[in-house]
């Protein structure tokens, strides 16, 4: 696995005047989310740039041919068009053979599990030699410069995982969970072919003090989706561990989806799980980056230590959809488990 | 419930010197979705009750804050 940032780092010391905070009440703000910097992507410079990076430095240093890739999954929220796919387009740009898929799926804080069950699926059923699994966002496209809130949240990221199949046993628990009834508690409401875009779904309109959006940047419903972290996601914990037959002491570590460090200390509180095992730093060193948050977990926070043992792990995606996937498995060890910077040129 | 307490609590998240019960919450300069999401861990977390996003937004004042939450916990 590689993660990949944008090298341009930002710290919200040096941007909250930008959101027009008074000093009070960026100190407070800064302390409840334990802000401190994130990475965004400059202009022009899209998601797939950050995976195709990653995956070209991995062809290079050996860890993978281009021959032995059998799929391309990319998963975003962030695409370069609407058609082609941006799988296709990555494709294209290596130089990879013909004799593969290419598949683009639209997932965001779930993605990396959705991408994990898709890739476990085509190797599988495609018997398949590698699959390379590509979560990238650049989500703060999403959001405007002046959102006090959303920006200095968000980051941009993205990660290549590949996949192939052991020949040990090794079983891998999954539970999936979706409910599309809640589907507005985040969203991009325009922009697309519901409601296209018009200058009036680019217009900036002040929803609250200081937090101002177009229809065209992501709407949070935050006490829904505060409810949804509360009452459904520890439930599916409770539910995975008992379907692997772990406890939350077998469980090495878990590594969970990071929106933010506020709503993920509440959940740990409230599952009782030790914040030793579970890191909660992504979102402050990097911003929240949507379905890269869990790549970036795991080779920040096991970095070394997964190049030379398993782990066990539980994995944790919750958020738009609504959509929630836990996975419990041994990982590890890794061939490569890092964080690379892309500079753009 | 020990409202004296609530109300201390409240004064935390709304950094405040002191809540009273017939403040409005709109009033606070603190009161904004972040500080809604802090009521709404604080009501989870310390009393047990889950507080819907509607729910939230229909309270005027601190005592009815204070009664949704005291009215859930039974």
């Not at chain 2, 009501?43 to 309270?59: C, F, N, T, W």
Request: overall charge negative; hydrophobic content about 40%; glycine content about 6%.
């Amino acid at each position: 696995m590689v993660a990949v940032v944008p090298k341009e780092e930002y710290r919200f010391d040096d941007e909250y005047p930008i959101f027009k905070l008074t000093e009070d009440k960026a100190k407070r703000f800064k302390k409840m989310m334990s802000l401190d910097r994130h990475r965004i992507a400059p202009p022009g410079v899209c998601a797939s740039d950050l995976c195709q990076h990653g995956l070209q430095q991995l062809l290079n240093e050996g860890m993978l041919k281009k021959e032995e890739i059998g799929a391309l999954v990319f998963v975003s929220q962030t695409p370069d068009y609407t058609m082609p796919p941006t799988s296709n387009v990555i494709q294209g740009k290596l130089g990879l053979g013909r004799e593969m898929i290419c598949l683009d799926i639209n997932q965001g804080c779930s993605g990396f599990l959705l991408g994990l069950i898709q890739a476990f699926l085509l190797l599988d059923i495609a018997a398949l030699p590698k699959v390379v699994l590509l979560n990238g966002d650049t989500c703060s496209k999403q959001t405007d410069r002046c959102n006090r809130i959303s920006y200095p949240l968000t980051g941009d990221a993205g990660s290549v995982t590949i996949i192939e199949r052991c020949e040990a046993e090794n079983p891998i628990y999954v539970d999936v969970k979706n409910d599309g009834s809640r589907y507005r508690a985040i969203m991009i409401p325009a922009g697309r072919y519901r409601m296209p875009s018009t200058p009036e779904t680019l217009k900036l309109r002040e929803v609250e003090e200081g937090v101002v959006q177009s229809l065209e940047h992501v709407h949070m419903d935050g006490a829904a989706i505060f409810n949804f972290t509360m009452e459904d996601v520890p439930p599916q914990i409770d539910e995975i561990l008992a379907f692997s037959g772990d406890t939350r002491d077998s469980i090495e570590q878990f590594l969970f989806h990071q929106p933010n460090p506020f709503i993920l200390k509440q959940m740990a509180d409230k599952m009782k799980i030790p914040s030793a095992k579970l890191p909660n730093n992504i979102v402050s060193l990097y911003g929240n980056c949507s379905s890269v948050t869990i790549p970036l977990n795991i080779a920040l926070n096991c970095g070394e230590q997964l190049l030379r043992e398993k782990r066990r792990v539980c994995l944790s995606g919750y958020g738009v959809g609504l959509s929630w996937i836990s996975m419990v498995m041994d990982l590890g060890p890794l061939a490569a488990n890092k964080i690379v910077d892309y500079e753009s040129t | 419930m020990d409202k004296i307490k609530f109300y201390e609590q409240l004064s935390e998240i709304l950094d405040v010197e002191q809540v009273k019960p017939e403040d409005v919450l709109k009033d606070f300069e603190a009161w904004d979705s972040l500080a809604i999401l802090s009521v709404l861990a604080m009501a989870d977390l310390k009393y047990g009750v889950s507080i819907k996003a509607e729910e939230i937004r229909s309270v005027v004042t601190a005592a009815d804050l204070a009664s949704m939450v005291e009215a859930k916990q039974k």
